[in-house]
């Protein structure tokens, strides 16, 4: 009985002692997970702190000199700007003044629509590019010295391409705007340089880049006509 008893006391013990060291080994674990997290928090904290100093040191970089020249590439623009959209007027001028002679030179229907043939004769569009059936029209009945659907279809391409092109110049001015008064309010972070690099290079209207001096950026990336 007493052997049952040593027994049970030697079985006690060793359990006890086997949750001391499971508890000793978790506890371990649990410090050196705690140590790693406060460690990785404080790389994080001290990459945080690096990144500002660099922020604030590349804001102190930009001086009163850099903003002058980027107020002087602005103006520049806009004068292209400017440029670009009065040659834009005179092309939409002309291109409209050929639309109207070929409308009143056009075939008038008896609905009042103007209508053109082909060149090869065999079809027949109105002025709104809509085709009309042969046996609406016969394509005979039209005169050989009237203006064709082709040339009076490529006037009227031009003239979107140009209104494209004067909606493109009007944003890129208003951007350039922006960025002028941007400028002006101080706000001159290197963001916001970068933006305005873009602005002055990359976003460039191909009518404006035509304008620009040769000492310009985006003047030296316009791309060669390629050959017809």
């Not at 850099?66 to 806009?78: K, P, T």
């Not at 046996?135 to 391409?157: A, G, H, N, V």
Request: net charge negative.
């Amino acid at each position: 009985m007493r052997l049952d008893f040593d027994s049970a006391v030697q079985v006690h013990v060793r359990t006890a002692r086997d949750v001391w060291r499971r508890a000793t080994v978790e506890e371990g674990f649990r410090r050196q997970a705690e140590r790693i997290r406060d460690q990785q928090e404080k790389e994080k904290a001290e990459q945080e702190s690096f990144d500002d100093a660099v922020d604030f040191v590349a804001i102190a970089t930009i001086t009163q000199m850099q903003v002058e020249r980027m107020q002087d590439r602005l103006s520049v623009h806009d004068a292209a700007v400017i440029r670009a959209l009065m040659d834009n007027r005179e092309a939409l001028d002309a291109v409209q003044a050929a639309i109207g002679e070929k409308l009143e030179q056009a075939y008038l229907l008896e609905d009042g629509r103007r209508v053109f043939k082909t060149r090869d004769g065999t079809r027949v569009f109105d002025e709104h590019g809509l085709e009309l059936k042969p046996e609406d029209l016969d394509p005979e009945s039209i005169e050989d010295f009237r203006p064709r659907w082709e040339d009076y279809q490529t006037d009227l391409e031009a003239r979107l391409a140009l209104e494209q092109e004067r909606d493109e110049l009007l944003d890129y001015q208003q951007r350039l705007d922006a960025a002028q008064a941007r400028l002006e309010e101080g706000e001159v972070d290197p963001v916001a340089f970068a933006d305005m690099e873009a602005l002055l290079v990359e976003d460039v209207p191909d009518a404006v880049r035509r304008q620009l001096p040769s000492n310009e950026p985006a003047h030296l990336r316009v791309q060669p006509a390629e050959p017809a």
